[in-house]
């Protein structure tokens, strides 16, 4: 059914730009093409499958029952209590590992829970004040997660609870101290998720100990430890050299970014501190705060267009000066071509934050660089009417008439520090596609060139039919992971210009002024972020953690395209 | 006349250490070119060889140590063709001890002047030397030496590719080409050479670092300062940037050895076997290496807050494996499917386990790659701000210390110490780059390129 909703709807949107004509209408068919059969059917079909797997699950498992009865016994063995099953099989060297792992369980619940308490404690509080929060009282590490992650706390400094005033931390007894939401929220996401890997582990044993004994029933044998040794390291070598890894992804990355991912559903923000407020899940509100205020989407669009025209010229002035550098410098005319290139790769070997600092200083309002050879050469009034004349400098620019030109800090200068982000950048970046640009040069056949001399071919007909071709195609890859790289390049605007200039102070939203949340003139989405997040009088963390995901879609959605086109990527060899 | 005499005995010793530089530069060079022009076939001895180019180029001696532990190996393979004898080499090293009075000059001549005949001396010798030269053996690593190549261009028996005929075009065309460069080279220059000026200048704003730098007034304050300072009172306290700097060297080992270890083996895992789940969490990794570890920084805070690993170097290098392994996976992906499975197959059917064809046949085959990584991993930590800042608010990465000098609302602010320390820290990375660039630029393609 669904290969054909596929096919009409892909013919629908393709006959409808084929009778326009137009080649942006096409170029929308086919992103709308994409979208739909990328997108949404995928979504359909992952439900779909979903609901199935469910189904047959279910239906595999009265099968199970009728068919093979005592197997069944023994997967309803591990069903009760993990690793049963495998001990009714003689696999005591599966039921050790999965009992063990159920034990540490119950133990860490155990020994960070206090209920030994809970019964003395019900019966002299109860009569008076009532067990408000039985988990948060007396939970251990699972069962108090769980209520945090779902509650985000209860109590605040100060308030009177069972008779007590809660105060900031208290050792011996928890329940007095006051609620922390981010250490709860972080807490219940790891107890979450180390109760998720527990239920993994406790379907796997019901399975295994189903498996094996309607294995041993057909084969009349049964797998020895040492056979069963082998048989892991040899048919499951793929998971165990990636466990490391999945390990250290999974805590150092993946939680992480699961709790700032989750921010975005709360009201957090630096206004909270520690033990005094807590904060709650607003669900959608912060969402619907960044859509539906004008003043709040202005901004996002002004950083969002700078962004997306940022990442664009970026890679496309790097790559076209890295193209012209590899021409001149691989031309014939030219000797002593490594001299010049060791030089022209400078840029690439200094480090960028040193070289973006270095430019920082270079532009600096006193005594920079640029200022004083400006000043020295007495063009430093030319140089400004001309600025002026491109736009680059505002009209009203007061500071200006002291004589240095404001580079990169004066507000009414912001069309000028985009201007010098661009170049700077491009000082940066041209060296990496020069030497890309160069290698791939030499290997495009001497043959073709001189065939091209027979047939009576110029110089610009054969670059323009030869040299570009070849080049484009063996780097077209490589420009989009710039596009990529450059629209979260933090470093590239946080080491020059710090997000400044801001805007002129009238252009400010007072809502915005008063959070501290307004974006620099040259901020781009990454590094409004991390204004939004970490500069101590800001703290927006909610608002920062929407604009993640907003950049994620995105990113998401440019790199599940480019990966479309990619036919390696998918196929297996 | 005594002034006279004095002066020119003094330029006479500045000629002859001139030459002295030179022969000691062109000597390393020489055994080096000699090396990889012999010993084509000998995959051992080129492999030797560029890892101990910058070492010949620039520690002394290094050149005639190596040459005679490499001829003992591949003596028969050397020996077919040789310029430079190796008997020579005590010569040159007695040469090398009367070098050193070319050091000696900074003491009794302006240094400016020294330095000027010096270098002068020196290509001029190199044009006299390029009039002799071999040229169809060395061209290719010759042309380290400018100079050579000029050389043999201006010889009559110059070969054929020097050779051409010269048109009004390809004049206006070569003049502009030229022009083009030199003016590229200029803007290049400029800043890094204004560095270098800044870092040997006195006082500490930005004003005082003239325009055109003046070798006569410069002075090695600033980089006493940055090997002697220290913040803390206790006597004998190690100095902030030293203290800094080791800091990141530990962090920068540590992890570029997670790095190299984890990614190759997940790499090879997603290179060679198929398994449930691989697509998934390729693409998971995919997503990820897009976005910056700051991201998910608050959780990172308060965890290891809550384990008491603030301050720790060990709480940061786990970071930077667990943010780098994505990357990684790809590029040594990407790598390792290059190579032919047919060579697995051929250990499965000598009973070779999986393991021991990691061991044994793809991680030999893949050290190109390994090194790119481990390039890469030891570099990323030295110039990281964000999460030192955090995750170790007490306790300075080199990143951090350099950026304390250039937030001009802190206390501390001072640009010129910032070049003094930025400079130190950039030479080494420099020359690495510069040299290695083949390498990690084929590193940076092979990954893209298979996807």
Redesign the interface.
Request: charged share 15%; with cysteine; proline share 4%.
């Given at each position: 059914m669904t290969v054909s909703v596929k096919k009409i709807a892909g013919s629908v949107f393709m006959k409808k730009n084929a009778t326009k004509g137009f080649s942006i209408g096409k170029v929308f068919g086919k992103i709308g093409h994409f979208l739909y059969t990328r997108l949404i059917l995928g979504v359909f079909n992952f439900f779909k499958n979903i609901v199935q797997k469910i189904f047959d699950f279910f239906k595999n498992i009265f099968a199970a029952a009728k068919n093979h009865p005592k197997s069944f016994k023994r997967g309803l063995g591990s069903f009760f209590l993990m690793g049963f099953g495998q001990l009714r099989n003689k696999q005591w060297y599966k039921a050790i590992p999965i009992f063990l792992m159920l034990t540490v369980f119950i133990l860490i619940e155990i020994s960070t829970s206090s209920y030994i308490y809970a019964i003395g404690e019900i019966s002299t509080y109860a009569p008076r004040e009532g067990i408000l929060y039985f988990f948060r009282d007396y939970g251990g590490f699972f069962t108090k997660g769980i209520w945090g992650f779902f509650t985000l706390g209860k109590l605040v400094l100060g308030d009177a609870y069972r008779g007590q005033m809660i105060v900031v931390y208290d050792r011996i007894m928890t329940w007095k101290s006051a609620d922390n939401s981010?250490?709860l929220l972080?807490e219940g996401i790891i107890a979450i998720v180390l109760i998720l890997i527990l239920f993994i582990t406790w379907i796997f044993s019901i399975k295994d100990a189903y498996a094996t004994h309607l294995k041993v029933q057909e084969t009349g044998k049964l797998e020895t430890f040492n056979i069963f040794i082998k048989r892991v390291?040899?048919d499951y070598?793929?998971?165990i050299?990636?466990i490391?890894?999945a390990v250290?992804?999974f805590?150092?990355?993946?939680?992480?970014?699961l709790?700032?991912f989750l921010?975005a559903f709360t009201n957090w923000t630096g206004r909270i501190s520690l033990g005094e407020m807590l904060f709650k899940w607003t669900f959608f509100d912060t969402f619907k705060l960044v859509f539906s205020s004008a003043e709040w989407l202005q901004f996002f669009g002004d950083v969002l267009v700078w962004t997306l025209f940022y990442a664009l010229m970026s890679s496309v002035t790097v790559y076209v000066l890295g193209l012209i550098?590899a021409i001149?410098?691989e031309?014939?005319?030219?000797?002593?071509?490594?001299?010049?290139r060791?030089?022209?790769?400078?840029?690439?070997?200094?480090?960028?934050?040193?070289?973006l600092?270095?430019?920082?200083?270079?532009f600096?309002d006193?005594?920079?660089?640029m200022n004083?050879?400006l000043a020295?050469l007495g063009a430093t009034e030319t140089v400004k009417d001309f600025l002026k004349m491109l736009g680059l400098v505002g009209q009203t620019d007061l500071e200006a008439g002291l004589g240095n030109i404001l580079w990169l800090t004066s507000p009414q200068n912001g069309g000028l520090a985009k201007a010098l982000i661009i170049i700077v950048n491009l000082?940066l970046g041209y060296p990496?596609f020069m030497?890309?640009i160069t290698?791939v040069l030499g290997t495009i056949p001497e043959s073709l060139y001189e065939a091209a001399q027979i047939d009576g071919a110029s110089e610009s007909q054969k670059f323009r039919f030869i040299t570009m071709p070849m080049v484009l195609r063996a780097t077209a890859?490589?420009i989009i992971?710039t596009f990529?790289f450059n629209f979260?390049n933090?470093g590239a605007i946080y080491?020059l210009s710090g997000g400044g200039p801001g805007y002129p102070i009238d252009q400010i939203p007072q809502s915005v002024r008063v959070l501290g949340a307004q974006p620099g003139q040259t901020d781009i989405l990454?590094s409004w972020?991390?204004k939004l997040?970490?500069r101590s009088s800001v703290n927006q963390?909610n608002l920062a953690s929407v604009y993640?995901i907003l950049?994620?879609i995105f990113?998401?959605l440019a790199?599940i395209y480019n990966?479309s086109k990619?036919k390696?990527?998918?196929e297996?060899? | 006349m005594k002034q006279k005499i004095n002066l020119l005995a003094k330029v006479i010793i500045c000629i002859i250490s001139g030459g002295l530089f030179y022969i000691y530069w062109l000597y390393s060079i020489s055994r080096r070119a000699n090396i990889l022009t012999t010993s084509r076939g000998l995959i051992e001895a080129r492999k030797h060889a560029k890892w101990d180019f910058i070492l010949i180029l620039f520690v002394p001696f290094y050149g005639a140590i190596w040459y005679y532990n490499t001829e003992k190996r591949f003596g028969q393979i050397l020996n077919q063709k040789q310029i430079v004898k190796p008997d020579h080499s005590l010569l040159y090293l007695i040469v090398m001890l009367v070098f050193v009075p070319f050091l000696s000059l900074f003491a009794f001549l302006d240094v400016t002047i020294a330095l000027f005949v010096v270098y002068a001396v020196s290509v001029v010798s190199g044009l006299i030397t390029a009039c002799f030269i071999d040229y169809d053996m060395h061209h290719h690593y010759l042309s380290i030496l400018p100079v050579l190549e000029f050389g043999i261009f201006l010889r009559e028996d110059r070969p054929a590719h020097f050779v051409r005929r010269l048109t009004v075009r390809k004049v206006v065309v070569g003049l502009l080409s030229y022009a083009w460069l030199i003016l590229m080279c200029v803007i290049v220059l400029t800043p890094v050479i204004w560095m270098v000026s800044a870092s040997f200048t006195r006082g500490t704003q930005l004003a005082e670092v003239p325009i055109i730098p003046n070798i006569s007034e410069w002075t090695l304050a600033n980089y006493i300062d940055l090997f002697t300072k220290t913040s803390s009172s206790e006597a004998g306290a190690i100095p902030d940037y030293v203290k800094a700097f080791l800091t990141t060297l530990i962090i920068a080992t540590s992890s570029m050895i997670l790095v190299v270890i984890m990614s190759s083996l997940v790499g090879f895992s997603f290179s060679r076997y198929r398994f449930k789940g691989k697509k998934q969490v390729l693409l998971t990794m995919l997503g990820l290496q897009m976005f910056p570890s700051f991201m998910g920084m608050l959780a990172l805070f308060m965890f290891f807050r809550q384990f008491e690993l603030l301050n720790k170097p060990l709480a940061l290098t786990l970071i930077y494996v667990a943010g780098s392994i994505p990357y990684n996976t790809f590029v040594v992906r990407g790598f390792m499917r290059n190579i032919p499975k047919s060579l697995d197959e051929a250990a499965f059917i000598d009973g070779a386990s999986n393991l021991q064809t990691l061991i044994h046949i793809i991680i030999p085959l893949a050290v190109p790659i390994m090194g790119f990584i481990a390039v890469n991993a030891f570099m990323g930590p030295w110039l990281d701000y964000i999460l030192p800042s955090v995750i170790m608010p007490q306790r300075d990465t080199v990143a951090v210390w350099l950026f304390r000098y250039m937030d001009p609302l802190s206390a501390t602010y001072s640009p010129i110490k910032f070049m003094t320390g930025a400079l130190f820290l950039a030479v080494p990375i420099m020359i690495v780059q510069v040299f290695m660039q083949r390498y990690l630029v084929y590193g940076l393609t092979s990954g893209a390129e298979k996807g």
């Amino acid at each position: 059914m669904t290969v054909s909703v596929k096919k009409i709807a892909g013919s629908v949107f393709m006959k409808k730009n084929a009778t326009k004509g137009f080649s942006i209408g096409k170029v929308f068919g086919k992103i709308g093409h994409f979208l739909y059969t990328r997108l949404i059917l995928g979504v359909f079909n992952f439900f779909k499958n979903i609901v199935q797997k469910i189904f047959d699950f279910f239906k595999n498992i009265f099968a199970a029952a009728k068919n093979h009865p005592k197997s069944f016994k023994r997967g309803l063995g591990s069903f009760f209590l993990m690793g049963f099953g495998q001990l009714r099989n003689k696999q005591w060297y599966k039921a050790i590992p999965i009992f063990l792992m159920l034990t540490v369980f119950i133990l860490i619940e155990i020994s960070t829970s206090s209920y030994i308490y809970a019964i003395g404690e019900i019966s002299t509080y109860a009569p008076r004040e009532g067990i408000l929060y039985f988990f948060r009282d007396y939970g251990g590490f699972f069962t108090k997660g769980i209520w945090g992650f779902f509650t985000l706390g209860k109590l605040v400094l100060g308030d009177a609870y069972r008779g007590q005033m809660i105060v900031v931390y208290d050792r011996i007894m928890t329940w007095k101290s006051a609620d922390n939401s981010q250490v709860l929220l972080g807490e219940g996401i790891i107890a979450i998720v180390l109760i998720l890997i527990l239920f993994i582990t406790w379907i796997f044993s019901i399975k295994d100990a189903y498996a094996t004994h309607l294995k041993v029933q057909e084969t009349g044998k049964l797998e020895t430890f040492n056979i069963f040794i082998k048989r892991v390291w040899n048919d499951y070598f793929a998971y165990i050299i990636i466990i490391p890894s999945a390990v250290l992804i999974f805590f150092f990355t993946l939680i992480p970014f699961l709790f700032s991912f989750l921010v975005a559903f709360t009201n957090w923000t630096g206004r909270i501190s520690l033990g005094e407020m807590l904060f709650k899940w607003t669900f959608f509100d912060t969402f619907k705060l960044v859509f539906s205020s004008a003043e709040w989407l202005q901004f996002f669009g002004d950083v969002l267009v700078w962004t997306l025209f940022y990442a664009l010229m970026s890679s496309v002035t790097v790559y076209v000066l890295g193209l012209i550098q590899a021409i001149i410098i691989e031309s014939k005319a030219v000797v002593f071509k490594k001299f010049w290139r060791i030089i022209l790769i400078l840029p690439w070997a200094i480090p960028g934050m040193i070289s973006l600092m270095l430019f920082r200083n270079v532009f600096a309002d006193n005594g920079g660089l640029m200022n004083q050879v400006l000043a020295n050469l007495g063009a430093t009034e030319t140089v400004k009417d001309f600025l002026k004349m491109l736009g680059l400098v505002g009209q009203t620019d007061l500071e200006a008439g002291l004589g240095n030109i404001l580079w990169l800090t004066s507000p009414q200068n912001g069309g000028l520090a985009k201007a010098l982000i661009i170049i700077v950048n491009l000082w940066l970046g041209y060296p990496y596609f020069m030497m890309l640009i160069t290698g791939v040069l030499g290997t495009i056949p001497e043959s073709l060139y001189e065939a091209a001399q027979i047939d009576g071919a110029s110089e610009s007909q054969k670059f323009r039919f030869i040299t570009m071709p070849m080049v484009l195609r063996a780097t077209a890859p490589v420009i989009i992971t710039t596009f990529t790289f450059n629209f979260n390049n933090f470093g590239a605007i946080y080491f020059l210009s710090g997000g400044g200039p801001g805007y002129p102070i009238d252009q400010i939203p007072q809502s915005v002024r008063v959070l501290g949340a307004q974006p620099g003139q040259t901020d781009i989405l990454i590094s409004w972020i991390y204004k939004l997040s970490f500069r101590s009088s800001v703290n927006q963390y909610n608002l920062a953690s929407v604009y993640s995901i907003l950049i994620f879609i995105f990113i998401g959605l440019a790199a599940i395209y480019n990966l479309s086109k990619l036919k390696s990527f998918w196929e297996e060899d | 006349m005594k002034q006279k005499i004095n002066l020119l005995a003094k330029v006479i010793i500045c000629i002859i250490s001139g030459g002295l530089f030179y022969i000691y530069w062109l000597y390393s060079i020489s055994r080096r070119a000699n090396i990889l022009t012999t010993s084509r076939g000998l995959i051992e001895a080129r492999k030797h060889a560029k890892w101990d180019f910058i070492l010949i180029l620039f520690v002394p001696f290094y050149g005639a140590i190596w040459y005679y532990n490499t001829e003992k190996r591949f003596g028969q393979i050397l020996n077919q063709k040789q310029i430079v004898k190796p008997d020579h080499s005590l010569l040159y090293l007695i040469v090398m001890l009367v070098f050193v009075p070319f050091l000696s000059l900074f003491a009794f001549l302006d240094v400016t002047i020294a330095l000027f005949v010096v270098y002068a001396v020196s290509v001029v010798s190199g044009l006299i030397t390029a009039c002799f030269i071999d040229y169809d053996m060395h061209h290719h690593y010759l042309s380290i030496l400018p100079v050579l190549e000029f050389g043999i261009f201006l010889r009559e028996d110059r070969p054929a590719h020097f050779v051409r005929r010269l048109t009004v075009r390809k004049v206006v065309v070569g003049l502009l080409s030229y022009a083009w460069l030199i003016l590229m080279c200029v803007i290049v220059l400029t800043p890094v050479i204004w560095m270098v000026s800044a870092s040997f200048t006195r006082g500490t704003q930005l004003a005082e670092v003239p325009i055109i730098p003046n070798i006569s007034e410069w002075t090695l304050a600033n980089y006493i300062d940055l090997f002697t300072k220290t913040s803390s009172s206790e006597a004998g306290a190690i100095p902030d940037y030293v203290k800094a700097f080791l800091t990141t060297l530990i962090i920068a080992t540590s992890s570029m050895i997670l790095v190299v270890i984890m990614s190759s083996l997940v790499g090879f895992s997603f290179s060679r076997y198929r398994f449930k789940g691989k697509k998934q969490v390729l693409l998971t990794m995919l997503g990820l290496q897009m976005f910056p570890s700051f991201m998910g920084m608050l959780a990172l805070f308060m965890f290891f807050r809550q384990f008491e690993l603030l301050n720790k170097p060990l709480a940061l290098t786990l970071i930077y494996v667990a943010g780098s392994i994505p990357y990684n996976t790809f590029v040594v992906r990407g790598f390792m499917r290059n190579i032919p499975k047919s060579l697995d197959e051929a250990a499965f059917i000598d009973g070779a386990s999986n393991l021991q064809t990691l061991i044994h046949i793809i991680i030999p085959l893949a050290v190109p790659i390994m090194g790119f990584i481990a390039v890469n991993a030891f570099m990323g930590p030295w110039l990281d701000y964000i999460l030192p800042s955090v995750i170790m608010p007490q306790r300075d990465t080199v990143a951090v210390w350099l950026f304390r000098y250039m937030d001009p609302l802190s206390a501390t602010y001072s640009p010129i110490k910032f070049m003094t320390g930025a400079l130190f820290l950039a030479v080494p990375i420099m020359i690495v780059q510069v040299f290695m660039q083949r390498y990690l630029v084929y590193g940076l393609t092979s990954g893209a390129e298979k996807g």
